[in-house]
């Protein structure tokens, strides 16, 4: 069975920069053919895929983001990571990490974690 955690700081500060990690159980973050990816949903609006990496280890951030945003990896532990810079309290969402086989975008992904909350502010 596999599962992703999302782990990092439930209260952000404006400016700072946010660290999200994501575990993943069950599968190897290295299988062949699988995106890992990040979504957030701010209050009361829809998911926004954020950006993913591969199995290979390239990575792909929304145009949006793609300023402020680093995915990077630990093959070692399992594990990848978001980092948004400058955050505003725009970036307030619940985080999801998700995980899907051959696309980095779907509308229903083969595996989501349960999500973090995250606030923005002072």
């Known amino acids: 069975q596999v599962q992703l955690q999302e782990s990092g700081p439930g209260l952000v500060k404006p400016s700072q920069t946010l660290s999200l990690t994501c575990t993943v159980s069950g599968a190897s973050i290295t299988t062949n053919s699988y995106y890992w990816i990040w979504l957030r949903q701010p209050p009361g609006k829809g998911l926004e895929w954020m950006g993913a990496i591969s199995y290979l280890g390239s990575t792909y951030s929304s145009s949006s983001l793609r300023s402020r945003t680093s995915i990077s990896r630990d093959t070692s532990k399992n594990q990848f990571t978001l980092q948004l810079t400058s955050v505003t309290p725009e970036d307030t969402a619940v985080y999801y990490c998700?995980?899907?086989?051959?696309?980095?975008?779907?509308?229903?992904?083969?595996?989501r974690g349960q999500g973090t909350q995250v606030t923005v502010s002072s």
């Open positions: 998700a995980g899907n086989r051959d696309s980095k975008l779907s509308s229903n992904y083969d595996y």
